[in-house]
């Protein structure tokens, strides 16, 4: 089915002159680095890594090395080193070029009207800050049901939905194709909830018949027989991701299962997660993320948005940026959670 199917492409924003693309954050970085040294800016970042996971809440590593291999390891250097790169990044590991190759990040929210459930509006707007703190130009673009999902964002935020305009959602993303090609081409993608089922192979739909997904994961979800999956979560993030521990806030039927294609997202202290008894909550593969928390999510993780900045950017730190009241909220959120 032809993008117009839905309605216009809808066009990101040319910058402002307030954005400040990929250009000068180059020069941002340069200049960090003039004022540091290259050595020290180095040395910056092996000590971020170097820290256990709970003291690096500010900055948090991916370590590519471990998720990603040497080669993306060596291709930041050079893609956002000193020297600005003559010729356009080889191919990476997984089929993913540099994307930011435009002025700005391309933050793509899918489907306000059908999928935010619990505030996971918030999720964009999180990661439209977190990038804007560390002068990064944004252009976000929320992209309505009846348009086609353009293909060249950066990241994609895909949230939670009730039963019915999850059915609506999935059938429309199938026919509309766009984020699938999004994926293919390498696409930062992070679903919540209803997002994450849409995401699997297929899930129960709101007649209680099996609705295929995108199969951007390899997981399906069946109707839970318990109760429902529902409070706040707390969860050890996958030590490949070396993020600090997820809080957030579940409310679920669905059952997710995952195949070998995928690994979970995080292991549940508190709370259901999947909901398959085994403790897993949410699932990763290369750059596609899939979660059952709301909260939302970035709002009280916001290393979580921070990752998906570097991994846009395909830097392995992001300068400092103040954290003062996710701290907070964290700090309340997580109280709550643990049983007195
Ligand atoms: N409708 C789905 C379920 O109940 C997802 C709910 C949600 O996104 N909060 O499993």
Redesign the pocket.
Same mark, same amino acid.
């Given at each position: 089915m032809s993008d117009q199917y839905y309605g216009q492409q809808p066009q990101f924003g040319e910058p402002g002159q307030g954005d400040y693309g990929q250009q000068q954050y180059g020069q941002y970085e340069q200049q960090h680095q003039q004022q540091y040294g290259r050595q020290q800016y180095d040395r910056y970042e092996q000590q971020h890594q170097q820290q256990p996971p709970q003291q690096q809440y500010e900055q948090q590593q991916y370590d590519r090395q471990q998720a990603y291999g040497d080669q993306q390891q060596h291709q930041q250097h050079q893609q956002y080193g000193g020297d600005a790169p003559q010729q356009p990044a080889p191919q990476q590991q997984f089929g993913r070029s540099s994307r930011m190759s435009e002025s700005s990040l391309r933050v793509v929210w899918v489907y306000p009207d059908l999928l935010s +459930?619990?505030g996971d509006r918030g999720n964009a707007l999180v990661v439209e800050r977190r990038a804007r703190q560390r002068g990064l130009g944004v252009q976000r673009i929320d992209v309505r049901s009846d348009q086609s999902v353009p293909t060249s964002g950066d990241i994609y935020l895909i949230?939670?939905?009730?039963?019915r305009p999850?059915r609506l959602a999935a059938e429309r993303l199938r026919n509309d194709g766009g984020l699938v090609r999004a994926a293919e081409n390498g696409a930062i993608i992070f679903s919540?909830?209803?997002?994450f089922?849409i995401l699997g192979h297929e899930f129960v739909n709101d007649l209680g018949e099996r609705e295929p997904g995108l199969g951007l994961l390899d997981v399906w +979800?069946v109707r839970g027989e318990g109760a429902?999956c529902v409070g706040d979560v707390l969860a050890d993030v996958n030590p490949q991701l070396n993020l600090p521990q997820l809080t957030g806030f579940e409310?679920?039927?669905?059952v997710t299962h995952l195949g070998e294609g995928v690994s979970p997202l995080a292991t549940v202290q508190v709370g259901r997660g999947n909901g398959t008894g085994d403790g897993t909550e949410g699932a990763w593969r290369d750059t596609v993320f899939g979660t059952y928390l709301?909260g939302p999510v970035m709002a009280r993780n916001p290393a979580v948005a921070d990752m998906l900045i570097k991994l846009a950017l395909d830097v392995n730190a992001l300068p400092p940026a103040d954290t003062t009241w996710y701290d907070e909220l964290r700090a309340e959120r997580i109280a709550a959670a643990r049983p007195a």
């Open positions: +459930t619990y949230g939670g939905g009730e039963d999850q919540v909830c209803a997002g089922q +979800t429902r409310n679920h039927q669905g709301h």
